[in-house]
């Protein structure tokens, strides 16, 4: 189990898990519409910049930018 | 009676637009690239003899502020209230297209769902039980197969009971627990005045404050008690930190996602044998969207459609000259043997055959091309383009999401001009704006291949590549420069979807390509038209002068300002009223410089050596790159960005650059002793 870490640090192809969203408003409901909220499952597909990142069955590309203020932890 | 009005809504890519035709039979463009219903679209639908409007919305994700498609879409539903709206959602994601579905009828709007892609769904062993969603949402529920007009019949005879007077529907209330309710709770006592000024109830006005929407916050601003709310908003944000370690609106919005994904387990039935988004989808992922070989394999798929456009559409073109050159001597012929006035035929082989005969020829190659994009988008590609460009773009001070309409404007810039819509900040989209003209769209192609083909031989192909390849940079530096002036600042932040890829629908293609195409030959029949018309009366007036010759109106206004253009190498009259007339469109150039050398009595192709040197031609053809886009673009360019400001600064500014790089071409020519002066 790896500690929280931001996106863009995170390993690809291992399941994660949303805990912090540490950006401003806009930033914040941008991604929460497209369910990236705390506690979601994601997997990050691809990782560099942009990254590709699986939620269910959706895949986003999401800039650098945003990505390294989305942090997760390893789930399970 | 007032005409009902049904609004289609719905995430992008989930067949919004298939099922708006569908319905309404009309004839719209259908993409997988996120966003591309960015128009209003409206249409008739006829139920049981009664007249329905039905208007199609930008796709959006949820109902809020955060872009323009959903600033036009919430605006629009709580404004206007729609009788119905037809939430189109994606059977095969039913859980993210339930997010906006939750939203609106927390809104309390009369909601219908379109179970759309059902085909893919079953597909993927995806089974919704469409009885059990109608109940708990309070919604009638209809799968479809939109894009092969499946479940339209049913919708259909389901509509005309929903539009009936019903009273309208009830709001859901979404359980925002134990946390967050006894906030909302408290916020909501305070709302009372804040809630009609939104046209919502106080408790959809907390839950609108507590979320951060724009809207809800300015409204703010005009209500009584309003330190009253701002203190208890503080208040209530600094306990749900407290208590949940992240901020209310996350907290909120985490909610509705929970409850949504309670409300699709409930009723999805998946066979886990067949599994969920295709693996082949992930399986091209990995390799288009590879760190090394992604971008070279985009940029050879557009370097190849790009090739395969002008391979197959050259053949098509030449035919179509002669064709059209073999209806001119017909008429020609019929018109000396009806021994019609001198002027009618000199119109009809002057002004008609050359003008708009030079412009019908080029339909082929616009319609191969927007067939490639079409095909692009539809197959899911464009937008791993736009992924695996994104970095490139940055570095140009641009959004990857820029490409596309970059891409575009080789074809036309007009659509080019209205696909701007998908950036969502005002500055990405002002700086893409303004060096979209830049791009060489295919109406300069014709003064290319004239001028190229005339004095550059065998060559002729690397120096329109150097023409397309210059308007790049200078929209390149443009970028650049405008993006540390005018418009100082980061570029947005980059999110998109990317749609799971699939089959390219032939009729999605050519109908794509159809409407494109079209609606460069209209502008071809009427505006073109228009334009030659002006052409040829101005240049065989005033009375008794000789056709297009230096005494008539049209001469008069190209000898006061071809001085203008003698640095550059062509300071002659024909050149500058050619390009006067460009201004229409910029592939009048070529048909004004036929009629304007019509009176020599030879071909284009032997004037123009009398006039030009190969170097003037390469400058004349860098100003014709590169000045003012044709009228549309123009009109285009006002339209999006709704200011006379920026559209006359775009006129001055492009204008100034073109006839810089002209003059400048010509001189560094002359003076290294490339050209032939």
Known sequence: MFPLCPLTAAPEGVPLKVTLLAGGGL???????????????????RA??????????????LGGGMAEKIFVVFSK | MATKVIALAGNPNTGKTSLFNALTGSRQKVGNWPGVTVERKEGRLSLDGREVSVVDLPGIYSVGASSVDEQIASDYLLAERPDLVLVVVDASNLERSLYLVVQLREMGLPLALALNMEDVASAQGVRIDAAALEERL????????ACRGKGVAELRRRLPSLLGDLPSSEPLSVPYGPHLSPSLKRLSDLTAELAPLLGVSPELAAIRLAEGDGEALAALERVKNRWMIDRRLADERERVEG???????????????????????????????????????????????HRLLGLPLFLAVSWGL??????LGDPIAGRLVGAFVRFGRFLEALLERGSAPELLSRFVTDGLISGVGAVVVFFPHIFLLFAFIAL?????????????????????????????????????????????????????????????????????????????????????????????????????????????????????QFVMELPPYHRPRPAVVLRGAW????????????????????????????????????????????????????????????????????????EVVVGA???????????????????????????????????????????????????WKWTFFMILYTSFVAWTLAVAVYQIGRLSGIGFP
């Open chain 1, 48 to 61: 560099g910049c942009p990254l590709l990142l699986a939620l269910g069955d959706s895949r986003f590309a």
């Open chain 2, 593 to 643: 410089l036929g009629t304007l050398f019509a009176a020599e009595g030879v071909g284009l192709a032997q004037v123009l050596p009398r006039y030009f040197s190969p170097l003037s031609a390469y400058a004349f053809m860098v100003m014709a790159l590169l000045y003012v886009p044709c009228a549309a673009v123009v009109a285009a360019f006002r339209g999006e960005t709704n200011s």
């Open chain 2, 376 to 492: 692009l988008e539809d197959s899911g590609y464009m937008a791993r383009g736009a992924f695996v460009m994104d970095r490139i773009m940055r570095m140009l001070g641009l959004h990857g999401k820029s490409f596309m309409p970059l891409l575009m404007g080789f074809g036309c810039n007009v659509p080019s001009i209205m696909a701007t819509r998908i950036l969502e900040r005002p500055r990405d989209r002002m700086i893409t704006l303004l060096i979209l003209p830049f791009v060489s769209c295919s109406a300069r192609l014709p003064i290319f291949l004239l001028f190229a083909g005339t004095f550059f031989g065998a060559r002729a192909g690397t120096v329109i590549f150097s023409l397309y390849l210059l308007g790049l940079v200078v929209a390149v530096v443009a970028a650049k420069v405008l993006g540390g002036t005018l418009f100082a600042g980061e570029s947005s």
């Open chain 2, 515 to 586: 409407e494109r195409g079209s609606l460069f030959l209209r502008k071809a029949g009427s505006f073109i038209f228009l334009s030659v018309l002006a052409v040829w009366f101005l240049a065989s007036f005033p009375p008794g002068v000789e056709y297009a010759s230096a005494e008539s109106w049209i001469g008069r206004i190209g000898r006061s300002t071809a001085g203008l253009f003698a640095p550059a190498g062509f300071g002659f009259w024909q050149a500058s009223v050619a390009l006067l007339f460009g201004f229409l469109a910029k």
């Open chain 2, 138 to 145: 309070g919604a009638a529920v209809v799968p479809t197969v």
């Open chain 2, 306 to 311: 790009f090739r395969a456009t002008f391979f």
């Open chain 1, 27 to 45: 930033f914040k409901r941008r991604l929460a519409d497209l369910g990236v909220v705390p506690g979601a499952s994601i997997t990050l597909v």
């Open chain 2, 243 to 289: 208590l949940l370690g992240y901020d209310l609106q996350t907290a909120l919005i985490e909610r509705r996602w929970a409850f949504v994904s309670a409300l699709a387990a409930q009723v999805v039935r998946r066979d886990l044998l067949l599994g969920g988004r295709p693996a082949l989808s992930d399986r091209i992922d990995r390799i288009v969207t």
